[in-house]
């Protein structure tokens, strides 16, 4: 691989490839869609007014930017000097809002009156019926059904917002199935509507279009991390679903000496239990059976049920700039309760799986700085600990 270890992230080739990994495998319907998209997004990227207009929305609607939290007690009690990114403090509560904002800027700026979605947990959903409540737009949401019964109160806050919920029956109907329909969705409405993806994930210009929206977080945890430190820090921890989070904070740090590390679920480890396998639109590690069959994720976690994970951290992987781990879930929960015990910080479901890894992992810390992405924060996650710990005895 020609990544050597001090090189910042880079686009992908025309055809949307990072290394083996990528690419625009879509049906002939979709390819007109796929380039009108990537003119556009690289149109607007070199324009500074939309720059600006985004840089704004970033600015006073959510939050940005976010601090960098010192975790003192946490340091103590793992003998390594914790920082956090507190993406838990944006709007709608996670570092989705940075996404849906360029996104919903972009389809605006094409002409574009509807968003298309799809959501697992509802995250996406509600940060994308956020987007498009701000911005006069219609918003249509695909959600399956298992999660839009598991998801009760995202169900009603994207209502609230306005938008239209539409339940995924296909397959398992589970996030891979809303996707699917969401895609056939803007097939058959590219006129008007704009596919807003919600990770690092699908054809070309989607994986690249998305971290770049997010690289607004690695670049401000870069420049905090060198007025408080001097330095970059050592070890920087992200979670991986789709990989958006993970991406945006490894942006900021790819040409520094830091180990760079993603953690997934046990149970949804497509790096770490994947092979190479195509599913929607680009090619990159999978859950799959031997008859190559996509295999159902399973975490605590809904924000990380997902049975892929975006071709840049397969690439990564497989080049070695980036290393993948896993945590259990009994391992998250404990996350959970520390960071919430020590800080005062509840985090969500998600980033405690960065936080699991690291006081697992805490010996071989030992002395380091060690920066985690608080991808999000745990409001939405606390009735199902609760109930938990409660089946337990233990609350
Ligand atoms: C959705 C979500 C994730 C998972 O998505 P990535 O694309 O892997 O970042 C992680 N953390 C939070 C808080 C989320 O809402």
Redesign the pocket.
Known sequence: MELNENEALKPPDASGRFGDFGGRFVPETLMPACLELEKAFNEAWADPSFRKQLDDLLADYAGRPSPLTDCPNLSELLGCRILLKR?DLNHT????INNVLGQALLAQRMGKTRLVAETG?G??GVATATAAALLGMECCVYMGEVDVERQKLNVFRMRLLGAEVRTALSGSRTLKDAINEAMRDWVATVEDSHYCL???MGPHPYPWMVRTFHEVLGSEARSQCQERLGTTPDVVVA????????IGIFSGFADSPADLVGVEPAGGAAVGRGVPGVVHGSRSFLMQDEFGQVLEAESISA??DYPGV?PEHSFLAASGRARYESVTDTEVVEAFQLLSRLEGIIP?L??AHALAWVSRERASLAGKTVLINL??RGDKDVDQILELLEKEGRA
């Open positions: 993406e509560g996670s570092h989705k947990a995250q996406h919600g990770s690092v979670c991986v679903g789709g990989g958006s989070n993970a924000g990380l975006g969500a998600e980033p991808s999000g």
